[in-house]
């Protein structure tokens, strides 16, 4: 499978109006279906727009009424685990990879409104002919059932998409076009938001300054995970470091071999600093997930 490879350009195009007719297309779709489905109207889809006899652009389109804080057209991490960095490598090319998705936030777009088309890719209809070509699409979702989540679309087409693209009916139904459509509201499913990434790049390099490259990157970690699974509630991402930093000094002293004894030190750690009780409800599976990185960081200091 390829992915694009060009020079990512930002555009997007205002009033973007679905056509109850429009052409569908999706090498899966069933045909018995094809009535059905047009009849139906996609809360978003994805619209080829001819640039000229080759090429055409590739839209993301907000057919909602309501603004996207943002849409993310690419894949955003949970941890820095997924981002391939390592705990203890103080390289350029690994503080890179701990800053998570950076290469891609030049694709980043915030405030699409309602009707708004943004451009996230492009085919070619010779060069990407013969090509599976794949879009990984993120927005935030907010319902009645549930406070936050988060949309994730994968699209996978030979040789571009054709037409008007339907990632999501408005009764909430797949498209049987689509490789998957998933609404991520699990905390351990849920990727570091892109909406805060200046604010962790900020705390990262405040971070370095005081602890040095290797510290700072496994306390960011730990601010990751208590970020992701709301330990504390719903802390702003750089108000928790101070908890991180002791939770980080306290598995050094207390060399924890089991996710319950992780979870007594993140207890501790917030009965000091906020109510006893505060942090009660502390997933077992965010202290398996600060276990591994103390697991990791004291790997890594014995490999130097």
């Known amino acids: 499978m390829t992915k694009l490879t060009y020079e990512f350009e930002q555009k997007r195009l205002d ?112 060069y990407d002919s013969d090509a599976l070509m794949q879009w990984l699409i993120h927005l935030p979702f907010k319902g009645a059932e549930t406070h936050y989540a988060i949309w994730r679309f994968n699209v996978v087409e030979k040789g571009g998409i054709g037409g008007s693209y339907p990632l999501l009916w408005e009764d909430f139904s797949k498209p049987s076009h689509m490789v998957s459509a998933d609404c991520l509201f699990e905390r351990a499913d849920m990727p570091i938001e892109v909406s805060i990434y200046e604010e962790r790049c900020a705390l990262f390099e405040r971070l370095i300054g005081s602890f040095g490259v290797s510290n700072a990157i496994y306390v960011l970690a730990i601010n990751d995970v208590l970020y992701r699974y709301c330990v504390g509630w719903s802390a702003p991402y750089s108000e928790s470091d101070i908890q991180a930093q002791d939770i980080a000094r306290k598995l050094k002293e207390q060399k924890p071999k089991d996710a319950q004894a992780v979870k007594d030190i993140v207890q501790t750690v917030y009965d000091f600093w906020f109510n006893k009780g505060f942090a009660k409800n502390i997933s077992m599976q965010a202290c398996e997930e600060i276990l591994g990185l103390y697991q990791a960081q004291i790997a890594s200091q014995k490999a130097i």
Not at 46 to 68: A, C
Not at 101 to 118: E, I
């Open 15 to 126: 009033n973007v109006q679905w056509a109850d007719g429009a052409k569908l297309s999706g090498i899966t779709a069933l045909a018995s279906d094809e009535q059905g489905r047009v009849r139906k109207t996609p809360l978003f889809y994805l619209k080829s727009v001819s640039v000229d006899d080759y090429e055409d652009d590739i839209y993301f389109v907000n057919n909602t009424d309501e603004t996207l804080s943002f849409v993310a057209p690419f894949e955003p991490y949970r941890n820095i685990i997924e981002a391939r960095a390592k705990l203890g490598d103080v390289s350029e090319e690994n503080l890179n990879k701990v800053k998570l998705y950076s290469n891609d936030m030049d694709r980043l777009y915030t405030n699409v409104l309602p009707k708004q088309g943004v451009r996230i890719g492009s085919s070619h209809i010779i």
